[in-house]
T-cell receptor
Framework: GQQVMQIPQYQHVQEGEDFTTYCNSS?????IQWYKQRPGGHPVFLIQ?????EVKKQKRLTFQFGEAKKNSSLHITATQTTDVGTYFC??????????FGTGTSLTVIP | KAGVTQTPRYLIKTRGQQVTLSCSPI?????VSWYQQTPGQGLQFLFE???????NKGNFPGRFSGRQFSNSRSEMNVSTLELGDSALYLC??????????????FGPGTRLTVL
């Protein structure tokens, strides 16, 4: 079954507000990836985190991997309407099993 | 390079029938993974093939099967279709085993409707 939980499931924000989605696992992860799926589209790779405590930035997006390698977050600063979509984390556990998180659907209100 | 292609893009079947979906990965990619996406269940992993061998399998009944050819193209088959099989079926390719420090490149998906 699903081993990677993602919260929140849905998030509505006013344009310009910040947004954060969290990915949590009960087991230690080897790495974590983040994907974005636009409405009607397919998932597109955003980034991969491998190291404990790793932080990576892509313009307004900040990705973190927890110190214990059991959780991760994606933070978007000053959301824009182009940020609309569903954000998925995808994790590999130490047994090399690969799972997608449940996803967070982001709606940005202009 | 051309992206991942999936055929057909849309399919309508009736209960009890079987269906075969096709996926052509990016040239040079040896791993092909299949996912089922539904509004209620999100992205569920079906199986992964690498060098013509099934390397990982998700928690789906035996009605779901797949294979990979020597050119890395992959097919998945669903037999005895049920209404609950209606979903978007996504294929993803990567150079090596999925999740092992490799991003996956997704195709546009096949929308299957079972009536």
């Amino acid at each position: 079954g699903q081993q990677v939980m993602q919260i929140p499931q849905y998030q509505h924000v006013q344009e310009g507000e910040d947004f954060t989605t969290y990915c949590n696992s009960s087991t230690t992860l080897s790495n974590i990836q983040w994907y974005k799926q636009r409405p009607g589209g397919h998932p597109v790779f955003l980034i991969q985190l491998v190291k404990s405590g790793e932080v990576k930035k892509q313009k307004r997006l900040t990705f973190q991997f927890g110190e214990a390698k059991k959780n991760s977050s994606l933070h978007i600063t000053a959301t824009q309407t182009t940020d609309v979509g569903t954000y998925f984390c995808a994790a590999t556990n130490t047994g090399n099993q690969f799972y997608f998180g449940t996803g967070t659907s982001l709606t940005v209100i202009p | 390079k051309a992206g991942v292609t999936q055929t057909p893009r849309y399919l309508i079947k009736t209960r009890g029938q079987q269906v075969t979906l096709s996926c052509s990965p990016i040239s040079g990619h040896r791993s092909v993974s299949w996912y089922q996406q539904t509004p209620g269940q999100g992205l569920q992993f079906l199986f992964e093939y690498f060098s013509e061998t099934q390397r990982n399998k998700g928690n789906f009944p035996g009605r779901f099967s797949g294979r990979q050819f020597s050119n890395s193209r992959s097919e998945m088959n669903v037999s005895t279709l049920e209404l609950g099989d209606s979903a978007l079926y996504l294929c993803a390719s990567s150079p090596y085993l999925a999740g092992i420090y490799n991003e996956q490149f997704f195709g546009p998906g096949t929308r299957l409707t079972v009536l």
